[in-house]
């Protein structure tokens, strides 16, 4: 079945992924500015100019939908990380970009989402851990590097240590309501993060 043509709209019928990306930028809009409360699928739908059906089809409640919007914004804003010859500048430089582009979402967890923890019974590391898959492999990435250069002991590389250094970022901004500050940040790298995966002599 195709999907149905656009409300209102005279141009090209869009279909595949072109409308998927225009729906999933729409819904995201919807998030940022009325948090999930105002998330519904007519009103995606008219501002993306499509049918609740062809919505539907691909997402059927409006949590999946809100996940798939997140998941988009943050798969189409990757954290970059290049070699830059050392670990603990790497990873103060995805913590710092973390912040840069998160803060975003830690104030719409924190204050938008209630709504989605409710109906979803889950909590914010639960939904965390969901959307977490791409900048996974970035943090992955720069730790790979490092045990190749014998900075860090691969062994200790638990999946728990891996999460840790953004763990703490979001553990911080929930207790403190603003951005993770650059002293900070140095701090986890320095005083918790190196020591717990840096090669002993």
């Given at each position: 079945?195709?999907?149905?043509?656009?409300?209102?709209?005279?141009?090209?019928?869009?279909?595949?992924?072109?409308?998927?990306?225009?729906?999933?930028?729409?819904?995201?809009?919807?998030?940022?500015?009325?948090?999930?409360?105002?998330?519904?699928?007519?009103?995606?739908?008219?501002?993306?100019?499509?049918?609740?059906?062809?919505?539907?089809?691909?997402?059927?409640?409006?949590?999946?939908?809100?996940?798939?919007?997140?998941?988009?914004?943050?798969?189409?804003?990757?954290?970059?990380?290049?070699?830059?010859?050392?670990?603990?500048?790497?990873?103060?430089?995805?913590?710092?970009?973390?912040?840069?582009?998160?803060?975003?979402?830690?104030?719409?967890?924190?204050?938008?989402?209630?709504?989605?923890?409710?109906?979803?019974?889950?909590?914010?590391?639960?939904?965390?851990?969901?959307?977490?898959?791409?900048?996974?492999?970035?943090?992955?990435?720069?730790?790979?590097?490092?045990?190749?250069?014998?900075?860090?002991?691969?062994?200790?590389?638990?999946?728990?240590?891996?999460?840790?250094?953004?763990?703490?970022?979001?553990?911080?901004?929930?207790?403190?309501?603003?951005?993770?500050?650059?002293?900070?940040?140095?701090?986890?790298?320095?005083?918790i993060i190196m020591?717990?995966?840096?090669?002993?002599d």
């Open positions: 079945m195709t999907d149905s043509p656009d409300i209102g709209s005279t141009t090209r019928r869009r279909r595949g992924a072109v409308l998927e990306r225009a729906i999933l930028e729409v819904a995201w809009e919807e998030l940022r500015e009325g948090g999930y409360s105002a998330l519904t699928f007519e009103a995606v739908a008219t501002r993306a100019n499509t049918s609740r059906p062809v919505l539907n089809r691909r997402w059927p409640t409006r949590s999946n939908l809100a996940l798939a919007a997140i998941r988009y914004r943050l798969a189409s804003h990757p954290l970059d990380v290049p070699d830059l010859g050392n670990v603990r500048d790497e990873l103060i430089s995805y913590l710092k970009q973390t912040v840069a582009r998160g803060w975003t979402f830690a104030m719409m967890f924190a204050s938008q989402m209630t709504e989605y923890f409710r109906e979803t019974n889950t909590t914010p590391h639960q939904l965390r851990a969901a959307i977490a898959t791409a900048d996974e492999n970035s943090i992955y990435e720069i730790l790979h590097r490092a045990v190749h250069r014998g900075e860090v002991d691969g062994r200790k590389l638990t999946p728990r240590i891996v999460r840790l250094p953004k763990d703490l970022l979001f553990n911080d901004a929930m207790a403190t309501m603003k951005p993770t500050s650059n002293k900070t940040i140095v701090e986890i790298v320095d005083e020591p717990l995966v840096e090669v002993n």
